[in-house]
């Protein structure tokens, strides 16, 4: 049981805010679907995302992604009792392509819409599989814009701690990986390459070490690996590269973390968002939070990078409560939580 109630009945969540679209049910806790079609393949060309191809592609794949995610949950259209969809922050194209669609199901089915948050999306996607978490606790939650230590008190009282004063850290991870030729997205790309380094060979910043400050700062880290790649040339040992960064920003963020749960007196950490998804990390923040003595809790990585389950389960907590979008829900492109 979630210490919030939530919906009664199957709720589809859409998520189209940067370059994945997602659809998924969900009914109560319980994850009927989640069906995500990536569109890496198309941005891999630029080195990035090029908001109105992802736009486009978004509209050519969303209604197949909601159908497929309808079968693998074994229902059909008119069963679904609410809709929940992105409608902040992200690029506003994509965003809109899943927020029109949203409308026209919850007008199809006379059934109520809510305009989801997507980093509350995020910071709530570790009750996916830990139910019995309880508030408060503390959230690092690092994706590709966002790397923020957050402490949630309830549903919708959140109190930022700490954030970064540049890059984020999944640009952290995707900046590097392009320097050192790994490709895009960085992050997965470096976690592969480093599981044959070694990550003491390189010294490598972390950002405001030693300060007394739950902030982060990644754009040092970039500028090391810039003048890493110049220095050694063709004599750099790229997968210990990559095993330097990666252990380098693993290790600032888990500091950061469990002294924030240190500071709030908060013995639960999660983790969430994109970079959550790296198995360093993971295992780090597994380790040091044993020997604190807190307890760690992060979703399977399915349910760290964006996708629509989290974006139906914080709609869910929201429609449960009584909140509701009108038709003329709208698109954001920068919204604080
Ligand atoms: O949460 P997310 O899917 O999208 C945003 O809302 O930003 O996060 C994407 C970010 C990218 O920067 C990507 O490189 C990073 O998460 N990421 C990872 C891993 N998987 C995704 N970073 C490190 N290790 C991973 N395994
Ligand atoms: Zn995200």
Redesign the pocket.
């Known amino acids: 049981m979630t210490p919030f109630p939530l919906f009664d009945g199957p709720v589809l969540g859409i998520e189209t805010?940067?370059?994945?679209t997602s659809a998924a049910v969900l009914d109560g806790l319980n994850v009927r679907s989640n069906v995500v079609s990536s569109q890496v393949d198309l941005h891999r060309r630029w080195g990035g995302i090029v908001p109105e191809a992802a736009s486009r592609a978004h509209v050519e794949a969303l209604l197949p992604v909601v159908h497929q995610a309808l079968g693998e949950a074994g229902m059909v259209l008119s069963e679904v009792r609410g809709i929940a969809v992105t409608s902040r922050p992200?690029l506003v194209g994509a965003l809109s392509v899943g927020v029109s669609a949203a409308k026209g199901f919850a007008l199809a089915l006379g059934v109520p819409m809510i305009g989801v948050h997507?980093l509350e999306g995020?910071l709530l996607s570790p009750f996916l599989d830990q139910p019995d978490l309880t508030f408060p606790h503390i959230c690092l939650l690092?994706?590709?814009?966002?790397t923020e230590v957050v402490l949630l008190r309830g549903l919708g009282d959140y109190g930022l701690l700490g954030q970064t004063r540049d890059d984020?850290?999944?640009?952290a991870?995707?900046k590097s990986?392009r320097l050192l030729g790994l490709g895009?997205?960085?992050?997965?790309?470096?976690?592969k390459a480093a599981e044959t380094g070694e990550p003491k060979a390189y010294k490598l910043p972390r950002g405001l070490h030693g300060e007394a400050t739950l902030d982060f700062s990644f754009s040092g880290l970039k500028t090391a690996v810039l003048r890493l790649v110049e220095r050694e040339g063709a004599a750099l040992d790229v997968p210990s590269a990559a095993a330097s960064v990666?252990e380098a920003?693993a290790h600032v963020l888990v500091q950061r973390s469990v002294e924030a749960c240190r500071q709030a007196g908060c013995d639960v950490l999660t983790l969430?968002?994109?970079?959550?998804?790296?198995?360093?990390?993971r295992s780090l923040a597994t380790e040091t939070c044993h020997r604190e003595g807190i307890r760690f809790a992060s979703p399977r990585?399915s349910l760290?990078?964006?996708?629509a389950a989290m974006i139906a389960l914080a709609g869910s907590a929201r429609l449960a409560r009584g909140d509701k979008s009108g038709f003329d829900l709208e698109p954001i492109a920068s919204a604080t939580l």
């Open positions: 805010s940067c370059d994945e992200g997507h995020h690092a994706s590709g814009g966002h984020a850290a999944g640009e991870f995707d990986a895009y997205p960085g992050g997965p790309a470096i976690q990666q920003i969430a968002g994109g970079v959550a998804a790296n198995m360093r990390l990585g760290c990078t964006d996708n």
